[in-house]
Structures are given as C-alpha cells and as structure tokens.
T-cell receptor, first 110, second 113 residues
Framework: QKEVEQDPGPLSVPEGAIVSLNCTYS??????FMWYRQYSRKGPELLMY????GNKEDGRFTAQVDKSSKYISLFIRDSQPSDSATYLC??????????FGTGTRLQVFP | KAGVTQTPRYLIKTRGQQVTLSCSPI?????VSWYQQTPGQGLQFLFE???????NKGNFPGRFSGRQFSNSRSEMNVSTLELGDSALYLC????????????FGNGTRLTVT
C-alpha cells in the first residue's frame, strides 16, 4: 500500500463547477500538507500549504485536512478552463522528505 | 526573483550511456531536492542536498548520484542508463528549514532509447 493515495482521474467538469480533489494517507506522523498544480510540460507549482488539521482558504481554493480520518481535500470554486491541470497532494512529517500522491488530472471545459 | 532553472530541457540518450543534469536553485535557497516523475509512479524522491551535503536519500540504485556546489547549484548524474530511466527529472529548492515548501523547476525530460 502506498503511503499516499490519490485518484488519478481524469476528472472532467463544466466551467463554473465546484471541484473536489482528495488524498488519503496512512502515516499518522504527517503534519504538513500541500497541494501543487502542474500544467503540461511544466514543473509543479505550490498552491496551498497547511499545517495539521483544519481549513485554509485562498481565493477560489480551499484546502481541508482531517487528520483523524487521514484525509485531505482541495476544493476549487467557480472552476475555469485555466484550472485544467494535474493536481498533486504532498505531505511530510518531521523529516524533510515530502511524499507525493500520483496526481489527479482535471479538465474544465467551457 | 528568478525561479529554479534546470538544464537541459530535453535529452535523448542511448542505453548504457551516462547523463548529467543541472539545477540552479532560487537565490538564497540552500536546499536542493531531485525527483523522478513517471506516469505510473508519480513523483519519486531521489535525494536532497543542503550546504553541499546529502541530507536525505530515496530508494534508487547507486547509478543515481548527485552533488551540490558551494553556490547551491546542484547536478544529478545517472550512469549506465536503462530504458526505465526515461522520465521527467525535477529539481526543487527550498530555503532550508524543515518542511518548508518546495519550489520546482520545469524539469529535464530524459528519453533513453
């Protein structure tokens, strides 16, 4: 079993939809949780960074962490075609080693 | 501020050859990490360097090696290339504190034929 599981998709939604992206993990030592967005032929770029449980909002993006269920989510409101990309969750514990999910490919069509 | 720069962007090599990839981190970032990205496995951690010392290492064979210079620039070397080494190799830098977010370059696409 992988330490971090992420549905690969692809997820296809119409413009304006609310998108929910999720990851589950098995290591209870994880405390730092991140979401990265990766466009085709580009490197991943950091979207959200959270510590421990709770919610964090940044514009149209909301990150949620539920440590009791070992489950994290990224919500995108009012999705746009420019949001079409692969979204990667990542997490780490007390070491510096960041563990990534395999990524979910999102397609937002006009 | 300039981002993480990786060179070259694309490489085609033959089985058995070796290859060296280069990474220039964001100015002021002292930690450089290397990842291999493939469609099936996603992002796999190779190693991390901090102040010219390897601080963390992933589960890759000894054919994969790296180093960091005093100006924080890093190189990654793969010897005796195999077909399975075809991947996108990503370099990421961070300021250096534990669990700081990583900032990625756009990668080097390596194709082994």
């Amino acid at each position: 079993q992988k330490e971090v599981e992420q549905d690969p998709g692809p997820l296809s939604v119409p413009e304006g939809a609310i998108v929910s992206l999720n990851c589950t993990y098995s290591n209870s030592a994880f405390q730092y949780f991140m979401w990265y967005r990766q466009y085709s032929r580009k490197g991943p770029e950091l979207l959200m960074y959270t510590y421990s449980s709770g919610n964090k909002e940044d514009g149209r993006f909301t990150a949620q962490v539920d440590k009791s269920s070992k489950y994290i989510s990224l919500f995108i409101r009012d999705s746009q075609p420019s949001d079409s990309a692969t979204y990667l969750c990542a997490m780490s514990g007390n070491t510096d080693k960041l563990i990534f999910g395999t990524g979910t490919r999102l397609q937002v069509f006009p | 501020k300039a981002g993480v720069t990786q060179t070259p962007r694309y490489l085609i090599k033959t089985r058995g050859q070796q290859v060296t990839l280069s990474c220039s981190p964001i100015s002021g970032h002292r930690s450089v990490s290397w990842y291999q990205q493939t469609p099936g496995q996603g992002l796999q951690f190779l190693f991390e360097y901090f102040s010219e010392t390897q601080r963390n290492k992933g589960n890759f064979p000894g054919r994969f090696s790296g180093r960091q210079f005093s100006n924080s620039r890093s190189e990654m070397n793969v010897s005796t290339l195999e077909l399975g080494d075809s991947a996108l190799y990503l370099c990421a830098s961070m300021v250096g504190g534990a669990n700081s977010p990583l900032h990625f370059g756009n990668g080097t696409r390596l194709t082994v034929t």
